[in-house]
């Protein structure tokens, strides 16, 4: 029999789905902005709270979107190229499905927790009734490092946590889409491992178990652009209720994955050049503007900005003092504390990355008068058009990039609007107005159907 490497694996049985009053207390493991421990789930409860004040939310209805609805937890082995065997960790947290059926990413990072699924998925359910899309919140992962994963081994977790997952998944129940650390392979390998799972006359109606997949197995012109493109549509409505001109501007871009290197080649486009970028390898600064092609290219190749020769490397602090126009953060939760927004020199904070701003970091930005477009709003542009693709699977459609891009568009700055006009007449930050209108949904949907039985 092959060995079996128990590191880091906890003592459920497998699949468990615990319900929420019997969990232990969560502990949180999240790379942090400073040595603290961070509540990620609890910040944004903390939200939930300020808002369903100034929507006057119903306590039962408060109290059923204070927690998800399912936590389910898997421990699954995987063969490694070593001939081992090695346990993983697996989750899949549904928050709330109200409104259509669960909907969120699937993140494979090394410090993935339960408490900071718990506050993402909380969020996904926030981002989907606030752009009026039929969907839920859902977010979900594996606690896994993939830098020192073969792609072999990525694609066996990648399946076997599928199989895991069984039936808590489904193109009517619960759609998972790329996050930190998975991409349009990862989805495609889902897709097919759920594909073979089902009966045979069912295959082809699984094809929208995820979206984020490839253009080849069923995913949407637009879809990998989609969160850096609806970043920049409110980076512009911002910029014309303003009368900031964008062209000739700067930026600084925190992660240059998916979010953060589309962010910048389309503000390249607007003629805005990223100066300062920065990821888990380093940080890096050219007063020129970086190239956003090429620079992908080398994280494509390599896997991080590391070794890139177009800049000069700075320390993070450096990175957060660099004066700019605008501050993108794209990478991962709980990065501007107090230190930082003391250094930020922007004029404007948009957030690509879920829960970047940490609470003491977003009251200093508020004293200093620096905006946040939150990302409940601003990185929205991802699950609207992660929706089309759905649609487009249902259908058996293949929309063109004008026709998706169109409708993004239409939906993001709608978005926008009504998110400023709620926070002007409110009295309330961007944060809050993108909460209070998700929460009014909520509410109204709740009223109309009241509570089974
Ligand atoms: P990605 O894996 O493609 O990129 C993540 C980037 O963050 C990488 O450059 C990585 O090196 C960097 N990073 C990770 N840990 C870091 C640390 N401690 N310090 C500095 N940099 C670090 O992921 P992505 O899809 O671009 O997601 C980025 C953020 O955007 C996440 O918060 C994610 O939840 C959010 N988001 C993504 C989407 C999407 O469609 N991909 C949609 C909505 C929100």
């Given amino acids: 029999m092959s060995e079996v490497d128990t590191t880091n694996v906890a003592e459920e049985k497998t699949p468990v789905i615990e319900p929420t009053s019997e969990l232990p207390p969560t502990s949180t493991e999240v790379s942090v902005s400073n040595d603290e421990k961070y509540e990620f789930f609890k910040v944004i409860q903390d939200y939930l709270d300020q808002a369903a004040k100034v929507v006057d939310l119903p306590e039962h209805v408060r109290d059923m979107l204070a927690q998800p609805k399912n936590e389910i937890i898997v421990h699954f082995p995987v063969a490694m190229d070593n001939g081992k065997m090695k346990m993983f960790k697996g989750y899949r947290i549904q928050h709330n499905n109200l409104l259509g059926p669960y909907k969120g990413g699937l993140r494979f990072h090394r410090t993935a927790s339960l408490d900071d699924f718990k506050a993402l998925a909380t969020m996904m359910t926030w981002k989907c009734a606030l752009m009026q899309i039929p969907f839920g919140g859902a977010k979900g992962g594996v606690k896994v490092d993939v830098s020192k994963l073969s792609d072999a081994e990525l694609m066996r977790i990648t399946r076997r946590f599928t199989h895991a997952l069984g039936n808590n998944i489904g193109p009517e129940y619960d759609i998972p889409a790329p996050d930190v650390g998975t991409n349009a392979q990862i989805m495609v390998w889902i897709m097919d491992t759920f594909m073979n799972q089902v009966d045979h006359t069912q295959k082809n109606a699984q094809r929208g178990v995820v979206t984020g997949k490839s253009l080849t197995c069923g995913g949407s012109q637009g879809r990998e652009k989609a969160t850096a493109q609806g970043v920049v549509h409110c980076i512009t409505e911002w910029a014309k209720d303003n009368r900031f001109d964008l062209e000739g501007k700067t930026a600084i871009i925190q992660g240059f994955g998916n979010v953060g290197s589309f962010t910048a080649l389309l503000l390249s486009r607007l003629g805005v050049s990223t100066i300062a970028t920065g990821d888990h390898t380093g940080y890096m600064r050219t007063s020129e503007g970086f190239n956003a092609h090429k620079l992908a290219d080398h994280v494509k190749k390599n896997g991080s900005i590391k070794g890139y020769v177009g800049g000069e490397s700075i320390s993070r602090e450096e990175f957060f003092s660099t004066k700019a126009d605008i501050f993108i953060p794209a990478a991962i939760e709980n990065q501007i504390g107090e230190v930082e927004a003391q250094l930020l020199d922007v004029a404007l904070i948009a957030e690509g990355a879920n829960g970047p701003c940490n609470p003491a970091g977003e009251r200093i930005l508020a004293e200093r008068g620096i905006p946040v477009i939150p990302d409940v709003l601003a990185n929205s542009g991802g699950v609207t058009v992660s929706y089309y693709e759905?649609?487009?699977?249902?259908?058996?459609?293949?929309?063109?990039?004008?026709?998706?891009?169109?409708?993004?568009?239409?939906?993001?700055?709608?978005?926008?609007?009504?998110?400023?006009?709620?926070?002007?007449?409110?009295?309330?930050?961007?944060?809050?107005?993108?909460?209070?209108?998700?929460?009014?949904?909520?509410?109204?949907?709740?009223?109309?159907?009241?509570?089974?039985?």
């Fill in 390 to 453: 759905w649609v487009q699977n249902l259908r058996s459609e293949n929309w063109p990039l004008e026709k998706v891009d169109a409708r993004l568009e239409t939906k993001m700055k709608d978005a926008y609007r009504r998110v400023s006009f709620f926070a002007q007449e409110h009295g309330v930050s961007l944060r809050i107005a993108a909460y209070g209108l998700a929460l009014e949904a909520l509410k109204t949907a709740y009223a109309e159907r009241g509570i089974f039985p």
